[in-house]
């Protein structure tokens, strides 16, 4: 059965303060693994698909990276409004997207 | 550009009622996934549909089920509602079935009791 952990539940960060969050999955036939951002009161926001390990994507403060086992978000001097829930979802060969808990992440100033 | 709409924004039912719930995906998707998200489970996979067909299936009863029209709205039913289906209802769309680049509305919050 697919499974995808995600490291730590939360996380409290000061601004400036880079981190990494952690998505380990087990899954046979991974076709992608996507990362979302979720903001209080709000559905998912797409954020990086990852196909093959080794790959990386960047997107101004946040840096995706993917092995076999596992992915990293890279969060690179946090601000604020970096705040919110990070998730990570792998697709299997049956095409959904199955989700990990998120990790709850706060930046502080 | 309009986003993905889901109607209605807050709902309450009381147990062994049943509920109808709403998605408009963006204009050219054609397909329509949903989920349920709660704390404790989290964001699970309820059903995926394209052109009017369920493609997928996630492990819910069958009191959970949907339908999609030829216009790609979807609407998604829970009959004989249970005080455990309290949840964020989550619809996403996509381009494409299977297209893991999902756009999500904002979610249905219900409440059952």
């Known amino acids: 059965e697919d499974q995808v952990t995600q490291s730590p539940e939360a996380l409290r960060l000061q601004e400036g303060e880079s981190s990494s969050l952690n998505c380990s999955y087990t899954v046979s036939g991974l076709r992608g693994l996507f990362w979302y951002r979720q903001d209080p009161g709000k559905g998912p926001e797409f954020l990086f698909t990852l196909y093959s390990a080794g790959e990386e994507k960047e997107k101004e403060r946040l840096k995706a990276t993917l092995t076999k086992k596992e992915s990293f978000l890279h969060i690179t001097a946090p601000k604020p409004e970096d705040s919110a829930t990070y998730l990570c979802?792998?697709?299997?060969?049956?095409?959904?997207?199955?989700f990990g808990k998120g990790t709850s992440l706060l930046v502080t100033p | 550009k309009a986003g993905v709409t889901q109607t209605p924004r807050y709902l309450i039912k009381t147990r062994g009622q049943q509920v109808t719930l709403s998605c408009s995906p963006i204009?050219?998707?054609?397909?329509v996934s949903w989920y349920q998200q709660t704390p404790g489970q989290g964001l699970q996979f309820l059903f995926e549909?394209?052109?009017?067909?369920?493609?997928n299936k996630g492990n819910f009863p069958g009191r959970f089920s949907g339908r999609q029209f030829s216009n790609s709205r979807s609407e998604m039913n829970v009959s004989t509602l249970e005080l455990g289906d309290s949840a964020l209802y989550l619809c996403?769309?996509?381009?494409?079935?299977?297209?893991?680049?999902?756009?999500f509305g904002q979610g249905t919050r219900l409440t059952v009791v």
């Open positions: 549909y394209f052109s009017e067909t369920q493609r």
């Open positions: 204009s050219g998707h054609r397909s």
């Open positions: 996403a769309s996509s381009l494409s079935q299977g297209d893991g680049q999902a756009f």
């Open positions: 979802a792998v697709q299997a060969d049956g095409y959904a997207l199955n």
